[in-house]
């Protein structure tokens, strides 16, 4: 029931930046690497040379294919290399693509509260469909189906982080069967835990999506000059169908393919691809150890880095309450080890090299993390935890929603959140006092520009108003800024003159993740340290002034 055509189907697809454009990656050569009665493995790639520099991406890549005996599914992978001598280029986004059938699959599902009656591509038409500000958002007005009429469709409302990419697909009712992307680990999904990518939306389109700029912008896109050799193995994914019997209710599916998805976790590192360029576990290492914070003003003694995410640059697990953590089943190589912990700012690099040989089993010592701090904290707004989450996000405008985040944990996944800043603060800023106000309450996720009319925006002056009973004499205090996302914006920073005219510090422009536009409370993380003498503060009121200095678009901002 996967629809066949030259432009749908199941696809591989790169997209690089020097000539902007998309490429379906299509095999020039076939061959069975392995038949037996057990699995079958098959391969299609094709091999680049200069003939065909400027029409095809200069990459040799490898498709393959594997199904095994009694696997209700079958798993795909592919290899990518780029020799050195040849091109450079930038790999913006490499996926496989699976577009099914639109009038059998209608019901999407990619996790417990977010899985829905989807509406139909058709939808989306002119006609039935009117184009919103920024251009995946659709509003429906005439929709075949009703009861979509008033909805917002966005396929950026359905990303989801690595760390929870795990499951998502779709269900047809009659016959009832389910078609669901499992992905095992996130190992070879590049750029963290916490880099959000596509799932499933109206197409019925799901994606297995191995590499994107979404939510990062070009700062973490991968760029390769002519001598930058590199070879990658991105996946196996399992593509798993299911089915119920007439009369049994097909959401069961769901359930089951949740089922399924522990089972192919468990399974990781497969055994069964046939590529050597695919690491088997025997070939493979393993880190443990303990990770504390050690933060002499909160806590005389070390405290265990609970939740800490860990990584050899790939993403580990998080750490247990009591800090331990285990890294299995790593590529032979070096690395440094990072971590951040949720609730301290800031994050933790081990500069010195770890070797990772097969079968290796290094039990680090205990790790000791000291977030940046010189003094004691005098006051903090939010939760250092690379997130926006925790401040205040409006209702949604009743006229631009989407019925599935109405009353929904995500609910700033609602479309055009940032245009609530303009009608809360009509004519003066954002002003948050500490010590009386409430960040949940009174602290805007989203640093953004305010409309003007309908062409016009500005830039926007939020302000800080404390308290200080004293002021010492000698010494730097501290502002540190944690950003949790930036689209093209400058972060400027005064302090009791709003009108001097160089500010204490300036971001530069910084930012192109779109996280704002995209309905996201992160992208980047950013974190700045600002020094402030003494001499510019006083005993009583003080005033931080956070100026968003851009403020030609909707889209420029910040998150802190």
Known sequence: MIKETEDTGMLFEVEKEVEEQQEHLKGTTYKVISETD??????????????????????????????????????????????????????????????????????????????????LPDDRLPGRGQPLAYPEAVLLVNPIEPDFKGNVDDKYQYSCENKDLKVHGWICMDPPLGFWQITPSNEFLLRGPLKQNFTSHVGPTALAMFLSAHYAGEDLVPKFGERDPWKK???????????????????????????????????WPYSFPASEDFPSSSQQGNVSGRLFVQDRYIEGDKIPAAGAYIGLAPPGGAADEQGYYIISDICAGDYNLYAFV?????????????????????????????????????????????????????????????????????????????????????????????????????????????????????????????????????????????????????????????????????????????????????????????DIKCNLLVEGENTIYLTQATGTTPFQGIMY
């Open 233 to 267: 193995v991105f996946g196996p994914v399992f593509l798993y169908l299911n089915s119920v019997f007439e009369g049994e209710d097909p959401l069961i599916l769901w359930e089951d393919a949740k089922e399924q998805m522990l089972i192919e976790v468990e399974s």
């Open 38 to 119: 057990d699995q079958i493995e098959l391969s299609f790639s094709r091999t680049w040379d200069f003939s065909l520099h400027g029409k095809l991406c200069p990459l040799n890549i490898e498709k393959r294919f594997v199904m095994l005996r009694g696997s209700s599914g079958f798993y795909s992978y592919a290899i990518y290399e780029h020799m050195e001598g040849w091109p450079g280029f930038n790999l913006d986004q490499t996926r496989i693509a699976f577009k099914l059938r639109k009038d059998k699959f209608h019901y999407m599902g990619m996790a417990d509260n977010r899985q829905r009656y989807m509406p």
């Open 342 to 530: 949720p609730g301290f700012i800031g994050d933790y690099i081990r500069d010195a090299k770890i070797t990772i040989t097969s079968r290796c089993n290094i039990e680090m010592n205990d790790l000791v993390f000291e977030p940046p701090r010189n003094d004691p904290t005098l006051w903090e707004i939010g939760i250092p935890d690379h997130s926006a989450q925790e401040f205040y996000i409006p209702d949604p405008n009743p006229k631009y929603i989407n019925k599935l985040f109405v009353g929904h944990p995500d609910r700033f996944r609602q479309y055009g959140l940032r245009e609530k800043y303009t009608e809360l603060y009509p004519n003066g800023d954002l002003v948050f006092t500490v010590g009386e106000s409430d960040y949940t309450k009174d602290w805007f996720f989203a640093h953004v520009t305010r409309k003007k009319d309908e062409k016009t925006y500005q830039s926007t002056t939020w302000q800080i108003k404390f308290k200080l009973e004293s002021v010492s004499q000698n010494g730097i205090y501290t502002l540190r800024l944690a950003l949790a996302s930036a689209a093209q914006a400058e972060l400027q920073v005064r302090l009791n003159d709003a009108s001097m005219s160089s500010p204490l510090f300036t971001s530069g422009l910084i930012g192109k993740d779109n996280a704002i536009a995209r309905h996201g409370t992160h992208g980047l993380y950013w974190l700045f340290s600002v």
